[in-house]
């Protein structure tokens, strides 16, 4: 039984630096005039009311999108991303927070495609409404892991798979490095983007291990934590991206350090952007 609501964590500094990646993705996307295909495998209900009873919860958004919105010096690399947040919020307040599905669908042109998977019943009915009528989305109430073999590859044989889930089972690991995996079998040439939760770094460096025994010949790793490890707490997260566009690490080590300085707890706060194959390390 799923009982996850990402409406709860709306906004937080993972879902900022998720979306940032996301955002940074898209433009590289876009230097082509050829369509693209987007999978959203674990989409979400598309965007969130930051006024809801489930994000003013834990305001998580306080410390996430709330703190950039009204920052006048923002780097280049982030402004893409900070408009698609404006975009859904047509005011000067920030009232909605856009979840990847809207993030993607921001960057679409009319030649573009989205495909967006949800399988939890309430979260696919809201996403199902948010597009209603979208000739260029579709949604998918189904398991995303299903949706991905179904969909790959895709006949524009250039774009991106985005791998979301909550980790709320505990084989969910697994099923991602196997997707992973599966994905690159079918399509070796699509960009592949899959989130990970920082509780705490043991879990996640034996992540990375077993990412690595795939032995997939190009991948990025980044990393972005806002406090040192404590039990318990989501301190940060991190991005695996397979086939990452050129330039992708150095855009990052371009603006994860400013990142830092606007999300980072007491100052206590660390990024990385790490080449699996390489073993180049920075942060
Ligand atoms: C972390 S949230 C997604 C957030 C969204 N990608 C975003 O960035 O705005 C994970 C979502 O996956 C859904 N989910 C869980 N298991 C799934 C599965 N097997 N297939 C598709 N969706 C699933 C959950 O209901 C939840 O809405």
């Keep these: 039984m799923l009982s996850y609501r990402h409406a709860y964590h709306a906004g937080n500094h993972a879902d900022v630096f998720k979306h940032l990646v996301l955002a940074l993705l898209m433009q590289s996307l876009l230097k082509k005039e050829k369509p693209f295909f987007i999978l959203d495998t674990h989409a979400g209900a598309g965007r969130y009311h930051l006024g809801s009873e489930m994000a003013r919860k834990n305001r998580e958004f306080a410390s996430g999108i709330e703190r950039l919105w009204e920052v006048a010096n923002a780097p280049e690399a982030i402004g893409q991303y900070l408009d698609a947040v404006r975009t859904t919020n047509p005011g000067r307040e920030l009232r909605w927070y856009p979840g990847s599905p809207r993030i993607f669908r921001h960057f679409l042109r009319p030649q573009d495609r989205l495909v967006l998977s949800e399988l939890h019943p309430n979260e696919a009915r809201e996403i199902s409404r948010?597009?209603?009528?979208?000739?260029?989305?579709?949604?998918?109430?189904?398991?995303?892991?299903?949706?991905?073999?179904?969909?790959?590859?895709?006949?524009?044989?250039?774009?991106?798979?985005?791998?979301?889930?909550?980790?709320?089972?505990?084989?969910?690991?697994?099923?991602?490095?196997?997707?992973?995996?599966?994905?690159?079998?079918?399509?070796?040439?699509?960009?592949?983007?899959?989130?990970?939760?920082?509780?705490?770094?043991?879990?996640?460096?034996?992540?990375?291990?077993?990412?690595?025994?795939?032995?997939?010949?190009?991948?990025?790793?980044?990393?972005?934590?806002?406090?040192?490890?404590?039990?318990?707490?989501?301190?940060?997260?991190?991005?695996i991206i397979v086939n990452p566009p050129w330039q992708l690490d150095?855009?990052?080590?371009?603006?994860?350090?400013?990142?830092?300085?606007?999300?980072?707890?007491?100052?206590?706060?660390?990024?990385?952007?790490?080449?699996?194959?390489?073993?180049?390390?920075?942060?």
């Design 130 to 239: 948010e597009f209603a009528g979208d000739r260029q989305v579709r949604v998918e109430a189904a398991d995303g892991y299903q949706t991905l073999k179904a969909q790959l590859p895709p006949k524009e044989r250039r774009g991106l798979v985005h791998i979301d889930p909550a980790y709320e089972l505990k084989d969910e690991r697994r099923r991602v490095l196997e997707a992973l995996a599966d994905a690159h079998r079918r399509w070796a040439t699509g960009i592949v983007a899959v989130w990970y939760p920082i509780q705490d770094r043991a879990t996640a460096d034996d992540f990375l291990r077993r990412l690595k025994k795939l032995g997939l010949p190009e991948v990025l790793v980044t990393e972005f934590c806002v406090m040192p490890e404590e039990a318990f707490r989501l301190t940060g997260s991190g991005m």
């Design 250 to 283: 150095e855009q990052l080590r371009q603006v994860l350090p400013w990142l830092s300085t606007q999300l980072g707890v007491g100052g206590q706060n660390s990024w990385r952007v790490e080449g699996l194959v390489s073993g180049k390390t920075q942060g």
